[in-house]
């Protein structure tokens, strides 16, 4: 491209200097020109043929120095693999991120595109075509793209974008604009890409060959969003701000010291959405997720390769933590022989019926990963525990710098079935609203359960219908808790009674 520009040029100072000069003059001076050229041709012929192979590569090196001086443009290679290593099959991350920024302009300016589409979409995207020129400005500076390729019998073909231009605009390119061009990059794949559920394999299975196994994964499709979510809405701002001024805390974490994480603890009975919870936390900041699975990693290194193996933008999930390990009992005092000897039995039996490793991950392994030197090995990360009881974890693993922010998620208020009733049944108000919010107010019913009761099971089910489905099942249940709270009352009525009657024995 340059080298026809630098012609065009060159021809249009010529034809400018010999209009100056007379015809007659002109013609000698063209005839000379090309008479000059032949000759210059024809010996650089015969030292290519005859001249020995040493004193070619010298004279290649000095042209090519020559070249470079006189040359006005600088030229940057920027690879698909690193190293040309393709072994690995492992893009390098510039060359993505060059592609993903001269897509975003390559349908308006490009002659020649190319369609692809990725294995986790289901769009085409547009690129640009090997060979095709690409032309930007950035503060004045005009650069040149092209994508190359070197053919390679040995290794796989290795494609490569080239930037040109002009060397007065050296500072700039280097220092602003491939900055420029990364972030833009990033940002734009970061948008296009669709997000993926990754989950660790058993340990039994990694090997020094197969590096891939150690998280497998499938693409993250889940609707969960907060506006759906049946929560109070002053909770979920107080959420919402929290996980943005998060994302968007890249230069305070780096001003006060501390790496780029943050630690969420999500408790509650079963069925008041902390799964969907984590779903909408993906969502709204568009992090890749990682559930993690304790019980299938070997031992406390395992844990921390999967930890490096993690990327930044990702939530990573320990689900049910007060069951995944037995990590609340390693400071309590050791139980008697008979009973440790038969927990044992009995958790052997369960690992062989279900296939698990022997894990020897320990609290102190756990606490490393959550916020130990390993766990500053990447940036960008959120990590999440749920529970049903709270109450069970060691106080080491959830206290302040590890579990940043407690998000209890309980029985379901008035405020969230509103917005459970506005998804479901697209009602804002009902004359039945009324019934049920005094229900609530004595009822103790899962967001699960209120859902589900609203869910249209049938062509016939109706909003009415629903409705009243869900005061059935609120009745029900506040007549269940009634007659529990009877029954327990009635035991310990009887417990005292035995007390009374065993104290007034031992007076006689």
Same mark, same amino acid.
């Given at each position: 491209? &340059?080298?026809?520009?630098?012609?065009?040029?060159?021809?249009?100072? +010529?034809?400018?200097?010999?209009?100056?000069?007379?015809?007659?003059?002109?013609?000698?001076?063209?005839?000379?020109?090309?008479?000059?050229?032949?000759?210059?041709?024809?010996?650089?012929?015969?030292?290519?043929?005859?001249?020995?192979?040493?004193?070619?590569?010298?004279?290649?090196?000095?042209?090519?120095?020559?070249?470079?001086?006189?040359?006005?443009?600088?030229?940057?290679?920027? &690879?698909?693999?690193?190293? %040309?290593?393709?072994?690995?099959?492992? =893009?390098?991350?510039?060359? /993505?991120?060059?592609?993903?920024?001269?897509?975003?302009?390559?349908?308006?300016?490009?002659?020649?595109?190319?369609?692809?589409?990725?294995?986790?979409? /289901?769009?085409?995207?547009?690129?640009?075509?090997?060979?095709?020129?690409?032309?930007?400005?950035?503060?004045?500076?005009?650069?040149?793209?092209?994508?190359?390729?070197?053919?390679?019998?040995?290794?796989? &073909?290795?494609?490569?974008?080239?930037?040109?231009?002009?060397?007065?605009?050296?500072?700039?390119?280097?220092?602003?604009?491939?900055? %420029?061009?990364?972030? @833009?990059?990033?940002?734009? =794949?970061?948008?296009?890409?669709?997000?993926?559920?990754?989950?660790?394999?058993?340990? /039994?299975?990694?090997?020094?060959?197969?590096?891939?196994?150690?998280?497998? &994964?499938?693409?993250?499709?889940?609707?969960?969003?907060?506006?759906?979510?049946?929560?109070?809405?002053?909770?979920?701002?107080?959420?919402?701000?929290?996980?943005?001024?998060?994302?968007?805390?890249?230069?305070?974490?780096?001003?006060?010291?501390?790496?780029?994480?943050?630690?969420?603890?999500?408790?509650?009975?079963?069925?008041?959405? *902390?799964?969907?919870?984590? #779903?909408?936390?993906?969502?709204?900041?568009?992090?890749?997720?990682?559930?993690?699975?304790?019980?299938?990693?070997? $031992?406390?290194?395992?844990? =921390?390769?999967?930890?490096?193996?993690?990327?930044?933008?990702?939530?990573?999930?320990?689900?049910?933590? $007060?069951?995944?390990?037995?990590?609340?009992?390693?400071?309590?005092?050791?139980?008697?022989? /008979?009973?440790?000897?038969?927990?044992?039995?009995?958790?052997?039996?369960?690992?062989?019926?279900?296939?698990?490793?022997?894990?020897?991950?320990?609290?102190?392994?756990?606490?490393?990963?959550?916020?130990?030197?390993?766990?500053?090995?990447?940036?960008?990360?959120?990590?999440?525990?749920?529970?049903?009881?709270?109450?069970?974890?060691?106080?080491?693993?959830?206290?302040?710098?590890?579990?940043? *922010?407690?998000?209890?998620?309980?029985?379901?208020?008035?405020?969230?079935?509103?917005?459970?009733?506005?998804?479901?049944?697209?009602?804002?108000?009902? +004359?039945?609203?009324?019934?049920?919010?005094?229900?609530?107010?004595?009822?103790?019913?899962?967001? !699960?359960?209120?859902? @589900?009761?609203?869910?249209?099971?049938?062509?016939?089910?109706?909003?009415?219908?629903?409705?009243?489905?869900?005061?059935?099942?609120?009745?029900?249940?506040?007549?269940?808790?009634?007659?529990?709270?009877? !029954?327990?009352?009635?035991?310990?009525?009887?417990?005292?009674?035995?007390? @009374?009657?065993?104290?007034?024995?031992? #007076?006689?």
């Amino acid at each position: 491209m &340059h080298a026809k520009f630098l012609a065009k040029t060159t021809r249009t100072a +010529q034809q400018e200097t010999m209009k100056l000069v007379p015809a007659a003059t002109r013609t000698q001076t063209w005839a000379t020109m090309g008479s000059t050229i032949a000759t210059f041709t024809f010996v650089w012929a015969i030292i290519s043929q005859y001249c020995p192979y040493e004193i070619r590569s010298l004279m290649d090196k000095f042209k090519q120095r020559l070249k470079d001086y006189f040359y006005p443009y600088i030229q940057i290679a920027i &690879h698909e693999f690193p190293g %040309h290593d393709q072994r690995l099959m492992k =893009r390098h991350e510039a060359f /993505s991120a060059v592609e993903a920024y001269l897509s975003s302009n390559t349908s308006t300016n490009a002659n020649r595109l190319k369609a692809e589409m990725e294995s986790d979409s /289901s769009s085409l995207i547009l690129s640009m075509d090997e060979y095709q020129i690409l032309t930007d400005e950035f503060q004045g500076a005009k650069i040149w793209w092209v994508l190359g390729k070197i053919v390679s019998q040995r290794t796989i &073909h290795d494609k490569y974008y080239k930037l040109t231009f002009h060397k007065r605009y050296r500072e700039i390119v280097t220092k602003s604009y491939l900055e %420029h061009v990364m972030k @833009e990059g990033k940002e734009i =794949r970061m948008g296009n890409r669709k997000r993926k559920l990754y989950t660790n394999c058993s340990g /039994s299975k990694w090997t020094s060959y197969n590096r891939e196994t150690m998280w497998s &994964h499938i693409v993250f499709d889940h609707p969960a969003s907060f506006e759906t979510m049946a929560l109070e809405a002053e909770k979920k701002k107080e959420i919402i701000e929290d996980l943005l001024a998060f994302m968007n805390g890249k230069e305070f974490y780096k001003r006060i010291g501390k790496a780029w994480k943050r630690g969420y603890l999500l408790f509650g009975p079963p069925g008041t959405g *902390k799964s969907t919870m984590i #779903a909408a936390m993906a969502n709204l900041l568009s992090y890749d997720i990682y559930d993690l699975e304790l019980t299938a990693v070997k $031992d406390n290194t395992e844990l =921390r390769k999967l930890l490096i193996e993690t990327t930044s933008k990702s939530i990573i999930v320990i689900e049910d933590i $007060d069951c995944s390990l037995d990590l609340t009992g390693q400071r309590k005092k050791k139980a008697g022989k /008979s009973c440790v000897e038969g927990e044992k039995k009995h958790s052997e039996k369960e690992k062989k019926e279900e296939g698990n490793i022997d894990s020897k991950v320990t609290l102190s392994g756990l606490l490393n990963f959550i916020d130990g030197l390993w766990s500053a090995c990447g940036t960008e990360r959120i990590i999440v525990f749920t529970t049903n009881y709270v109450e069970k974890l060691d106080p080491a693993l959830i206290r302040s710098g590890r579990m940043d *922010k407690y998000i209890e998620l309980s029985y379901c208020s008035f405020e969230a079935f509103k917005v459970l009733a506005k998804c479901y049944l697209n009602l804002e108000t009902h +004359q039945m609203f009324d019934e049920i919010e005094k229900l609530m107010g004595v009822t103790q019913i899962t967001p !699960a359960d209120v859902a @589900e009761n609203l869910m249209p099971k049938t062509l016939q089910d109706d909003p009415q219908r629903c409705l009243s489905n869900l005061i059935k099942a609120m009745k029900k249940a506040k007549d269940k808790a009634e007659a529990s709270k009877m !029954a327990e009352e009635e035991a310990l009525k009887k417990v005292n009674e035995a007390e @009374e009657e065993k104290l007034a024995v031992d #007076a006689q």
